[in-house]
């Protein structure tokens, strides 16, 4: 597979300019970062979380972890983690898992992690297990145009 065709859509449509970073097969997006020498704290990862009214998309350094108790405070819904067969729904043009950080382009609210907002550069998933979408801080601005950037996550534990 390559970039799925919601990314490369939402990339082309917004204009942002970008590479594509090639890499051994990996599942995580910590293994990711490291397999395409990418520093975790620039590697967008996405984690799809949901709740009786939908899903939320939340767009966090690789190094950090969602703290879905805050998330679900502010955004006043009781979040959990989504399940793998929500997962395949949301994302249906994407390998199992390879959850790319456009979800707005995908139909799913997305809240970005106040962190990702000062970066030179972003790295986040194209949609499979071996390639990376990486781009400016001005095109991910662009990308995320819509998303609500907030304080998400905290360090692994």
């Not at 599942?27 to 620039?42: G, K, P, R």
């Not at 382009?105 to 194209?126: G, K, M, N, S, W």
Request: net charge negative; aromatic share 8%.
């Amino acid at each position: 597979m390559s970039i799925a065709p919601t990314v490369m859509h939402a990339l082309r449509f917004k204009g942002v300019e970008f590479d594509v970073v090639e890499h051994p097969h990996t599942v995580t997006a910590a293994s990711s970062a490291h397999a395409a020498h990418v520093h975790e704290n620039q590697f967008a990862k996405a984690v799809l979380l949901k709740d009786p009214g939908g899903f939320v998309l939340a767009v966090l350094p690789a190094n950090e972890q969602v703290d879905l108790e805050h998330v679900s405070r502010v955004l006043h819904r009781p979040l959990l983690l989504a399940s793998e067969s929500d997962l395949e729904e949301a994302f249906y043009d994407c390998e199992p898992g390879a959850i790319p950080a456009v979800g707005e382009d995908y139909l799913i609210p997305t809240i970005v992690d106040e962190r990702l907002r000062h970066l030179d550069e972003v790295f986040f998933e194209a949609g499979d297990h071996e390639r990376l979408v990486h781009i400016s801080s001005d095109g991910f601005s662009r990308l995320m145009e819509d998303a609500e950037f907030l304080p998400i996550s905290v360090p692994h534990r």
